[in-house]
């Protein structure tokens, strides 16, 4: 898992592979760790995430609330066909800007 | 939108799969990821692996999240079951377990958990949680392929499909009322079958009909000629005798897609972009437009072509409307087919029956008891051919003791012959004044009958003798028949001295000499037909007049009476002829003179 900021208030995560279960929470809370007080644009480079199950749509909507009591936002990259599957079986991909680049 | 296919049948088959993992998130999500590989070795598309790896993520997640403290210490058991037209997949939990609850909804936008059951729920087709004390098993199935969460319903897609779909009802429709009216056509044609004798009337009928359900403007019928050179037209449609079309010979390089059709054996299609060619006598019922000429065969001959047509080049056939075409002329096919055949039968049980008839004539004709002429001993035989000859013989007693031997060919077969058979035989014996005069009674007879004779172009051959035992003499005259045999004893068998007039029917006046042969004791004497000389052998050499002769001298030598010679005779002929039938009429009268 990778975070850089482009700018101060934007930051981009990237590297992160499967967003389920087992690391969910962990990496939720690395990600919070490294994010700088300023950012309030949160990009999350999804290129390479295989897999994402309820447990990592958790994780999304928690890193959404964090950057929403900024007056921010998360974007998700480059998600994969089943990623986006599963974010609009679950109605989310409305709550997220998705960026498919 | 495609047409539905057919389902094919497949065979109940199962293999199952059984995983055990520690109770954790890694672990299970190992075991996942090796189910999910055993699945795409069993033939799941991306989408049903993607639902299967998800579902079964979130029940094996649950099962691990939820497990107690006892709990934890069994492993979560994954089971899964592939058959043809589904996958199972069970998952044994150690938690206290739950009520499955009547209906799953998804928890607010923003909750951070609580998905897990509608995500199962979703991408599923069936679920059961059974619970157990000892373990629940969490039961999933799904069914067929994915209707994948890829597909989002989209409007448009939809519509079209569904116009799509309307399309298709629409055309099946109209192809099914056409198919209705075809099968009532045909079950009407099929209920004429046994009454129907007219075959031009029932042709016409059927392409009239077809000419309408086809939406056809024009039909025209051709027929393969008997001896299978050129193609006849016995029906143009509509307006018969408005296209007189004149035969087409069947032969390679004429412009005509009938002859084509036919010697290819396919049908030929026409329109504007491959018109007939100018010299087509087709040209002259479809100047333009379209059409399609269907050769037709029965038994693989053809019979001949239907060629339907349309004024509109910009309107095709369509594949019904072909099939169509197919299906009413195959079925006037075997019509025209049955009823040649039909015809045949006829023809040949109407020649059958005339033979029958000129045999029964014949019969009648002949002899029923020999009349005694001593000290000649008269013997005679008629061996009839298959087709009836029109040989006969006569014995007619001449006043005191003597006889008249007649023996006659008729020219000709059938029925005709044995009339005249019997005509000849009664002006003979209508003229007993002239027993004794066998040239005269011939030169009568032949008045008589040269009239008849000649108005049917026949002529009849025939001897007559008059037997004379005092003289011991026979006196013979002949009209173009065969002579007499003589083998007097101690002598070569001979033929006799004799002259032969016309046969009757040539001329009218013809007159006939008689001559006398000296009959001495022990002579034996034949009369015969063309049939004992023109006899052939397996090899086909004819018997001839030298064998027969020699036949005669044998018969002479090993026989002491006139049956005997005839038997002996008979004998020698049907070993000559063996198993071959008769060609011709054999009739011999055998007259010894018994010392």
Known sequence: MNIQSTDPQTAV??????????????????IRAALPASTIRLDLDLSSVTFLDSSGLGMLISLHKTLQSR??????????????????????????????? | MSTTTASTVHREVRTALRLEATCDFSAVRAATLAVRAWLAERGLTAGELAAWELALVEAANNAVKYAGAAGQELPVVIEVSRGEREVEVRVTDHTAGFDWPAEVNL????????????????????????????????????????????????????????????????DMTAELASSYESLVALFRYSSELGAQTDLAD???????????????????????????????????????????????????????????????????????EEPLAGSDPLRAVLPGGNG???????????????????????????????????????F????????????????????????????????????????????????????????????FYDLIPAGDGTLLLVIADVMGKGVPAALFAAVLRSTIRSMPQLFDQPGELLAAANRTLYPDLSLVDMFVTAKLAYLDPRGQKIVTASAGHCPLLVCQPGLPAAVATGQSGLPLGIEPLTRYAQVETALPPNTLAMLYTDGLTEARNATGEMLGEPALLQLLEQAAAQTSNAMGAKQYL????????????????????????RA
């Open chain 1, 13 to 30: 995560v990237t590297g992160l592979m499967e967003l389920v279960a087992a690391n969910a929470t962990q990496v939720r809370d690395e």
């Open chain 1, 71 to 101: 007056n921010g936002m998360v974007r998700l990259l480059k998600p994969a066909p089943n990623v986006r599957q599963i974010l609009e079986l679950t109605r989310l991909h409305r709550v997220f800007e998705i960026a498919p680049e």
């Open chain 2, 107 to 170: 928890p607010e936008l923003d909750a951070e958990s609580g998905r897990g059951l509608f995500l199962i729920k979703s991408l599923t087709d069936q679920v059961a949680y059974l619970r157990h004390a000892t373990g629940n098993v969490l039961v999933l199935r799904r069914a067929g392929p994915v209707s994948a969460p890829d597909e989002v319903p989209d409007v448009c897609q939809l519509q079209k499909q569904l116009a799509e779909a309307e399309t298709a009802l629409t």
């Open chain 2, 202 to 272: 029932f042709s016409r009928r059927l392409l009239n009909d077809l000419i309408q359900i086809a939406e056809a403007d024009c039909a025209v019928l051709r027929l393969v000629s008997h001896d299978g050179s050129c193609l006849e037209t016995p029906l143009v449609l509509p307006g018969e005798g408005q296209f007189p079309l004149a035969s087409v010979a069947l032969a390679a390089g004429v412009a005509s897609v009938e002859v084509n059709a036919a010697r290819n054996r396919q049908d030929i299609w026409f329109n504007p």
């Open chain 2, 292 to 330: 399609i000429c269907h050769p037709f065969f029965v038994a693989d001959q053809l019979v001949g072509t239907a060629t339907l047509g349309r004024i509109l080049a910009d309107k095709p056939f369509t594949a019904a409307q072909v099939n169509l075409l197919h299906t009413f002329i195959d």
């Open chain 2, 332 to 391: 006037l096919a075997i019509q025209i087919v049955n009823a040649r055949l039909l015809d045949e039968r006829t023809a040949a049980r109407v020649i059958r029956r005339e033979l029958q008839i000129a045999a029964d004539i014949q019969r009648s004709l002949l002899p029923a008891r020999i009349p005694a002429c001593l000290p000649f001993e008269v013997s005679a035989a008629c061996r009839s051919a298959l087709q009836v000859g029109g040989d």
């Open chain 2, 570 to 593: 008979l004998a020698r002929l049907v070993n000559y002829s063996g198993q071959a039938p008769l060609n011709d009429d054999q009739t011999l009268i055998l007259i010894r003179h």
